[in-house]
């Protein structure tokens, strides 16, 4: 089976690295500037309950950076593992268009993924699956490793979800499980994950909003923000899915996110707020084009958004009302120049 994995970054890294312990034939296609840091090889960590084990190797079949490379190569499978705002920057066509017959596996998660994605590739060929993994560039501030590399954790009982067309996803399944990434199949998956999404999201611009600290974050007033925010963002959801939002959802309050927030620290086995910090820094785009996208839907559906703008102004001075009333468009745009590297 020969894969190519699209993205060399932390959750690149850890899917072409299982994919290969399965047997699998791992290839990466990366921006230029990568080519000679992917072709040295990778150093992983799997982080486990007690720290970090001890690094682990792996080396490419090969690293592409051009179509004609690309053109020149067939896969089985290709696997999506950059930010949503990196689809957007006008070569996915061109990339989608030599893929040949092969399947492709998305790990991108925006609103409209699936539709710009359909847009450009055969939707009986596309498998769609959600990220639950936590990978990060190690070592994080306070951690200490041996070299640089990529830790990751699996959250226990929470494998990777994959739809798509029946044979497609689960050979895509089987060969993620064979090398020990936790998978499975599931079914409304694209009803479903752009719920939690915004629940997730909301909370992280808050935070970003509260300088990354939790104390800061917990305290009434962004609390109430956030409640806000997520708020309109499960009505946005709703009115362009024309879907309910799920029970548990609509029932979140400040409270309860404080003991979520609680929860998680203890549970999860390394600093959850230096993560989240160094993570979502990292994809701050991919959060702007979120909530632009957020706002610009809401408005054309005629629903509020006054608490998603607030969040989003706290973000940056680039998200001011007047430029997202045009529409998702508009921030692909504004998007697409700045991630056009590809
Ligand atoms: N890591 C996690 O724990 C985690 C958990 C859940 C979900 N996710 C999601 O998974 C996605 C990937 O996250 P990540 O942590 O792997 O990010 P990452 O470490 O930044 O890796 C993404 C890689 O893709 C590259 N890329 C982006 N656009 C590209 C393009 N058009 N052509 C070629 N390469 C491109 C980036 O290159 P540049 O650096 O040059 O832009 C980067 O090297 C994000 O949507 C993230 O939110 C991650």
Not at 88 to 104: E, I, M
Not at 185 to 203: C, D, I, N, R
Not at 293 to 315: D, F, R, V, Y
């Amino acid at each position: 089976m020969k894969v190519l994995i699209m993205g060399a970054g932390s959750v690149g890294q850890v899917f072409g690295y299982h994919l290969q312990l399965a047997g699998a034939e791992v290839s990466f296609y990366v921006r230029p500037k990568y080519v000679a840091e992917c072709e040295a090889g990778f150093v992983l960590y799997d982080h486990g309950r007690l720290g970090l084990a001890a690094p682990l190797r792996f080396k490419a079949e090969a690293v592409l950076s051009t179509l004609e490379e690309l053109e020149r190569t067939s896969f089985d499978q290709v696997y999506l593992c950059i930010p949503s705002n990196g689809l957007r920057g006008g070569w996915f066509g061109d990339f989608a268009a030599r893929l040949g017959d092969a399947v492709l596996v998305s790990l991108c998660n925006g609103m409209d993924d699936r539709d710009f994605i359909a847009e450009h590739f055969d939707v009986a060929r596309t498998v769609t699956g959600l990220i639950t993994q936590i990978s990060y560039p190690a070592p994080l501030p306070g951690e200490d490793v041996l070299e640089p590399g990529t830790a990751y954790w699996f959250p226990p009982l929470a494998p990777h979800p994959f739809e798509g067309p029946k044979e497609h996803v689960e050979a895509a399944v089987k060969w993620l499980k064979k090398g020990g990434l936790p998978s499975k199949v599931a079914h409304g998956l694209s009803e479903k994950s752009t719920y939690p999404s915004v629940v997730l999201m909301t909370f992280i611009m808050g935070l970003e909003a509260a300088d990354w600290s939790f104390a800061q974050v917990r305290s009434a007033a962004n609390m109430k923000r956030i409640h806000g925010a997520r708020r309109e963002g499960l009505a946005m959801v709703s009115g362009h899915q024309k879907t309910t939002t799920p029970l548990a959802l609509r029932l979140l309050n400040p409270m309860i996110m404080r003991m979520v927030l609680f929860l998680a620290t203890q549970l999860i086995p390394f600093d959850l707020e230096t993560y989240l910090r160094v993570h979502f820094t990292k994809v701050g785009a991919q959060t702007r084009m979120y909530v632009k996208n957020w706002i610009a839907t809401s408005q054309e559906l005629g629903l509020p958004s006054k608490h998603l703008e607030e969040l989003g102004q706290a973000l940056g001075p680039q998200l001011v009302a007047s430029e997202l009333i045009d529409s998702k468009a508009k921030a692909d745009s504004i998007l697409s120049a700045s991630s056009g590297k590809a």
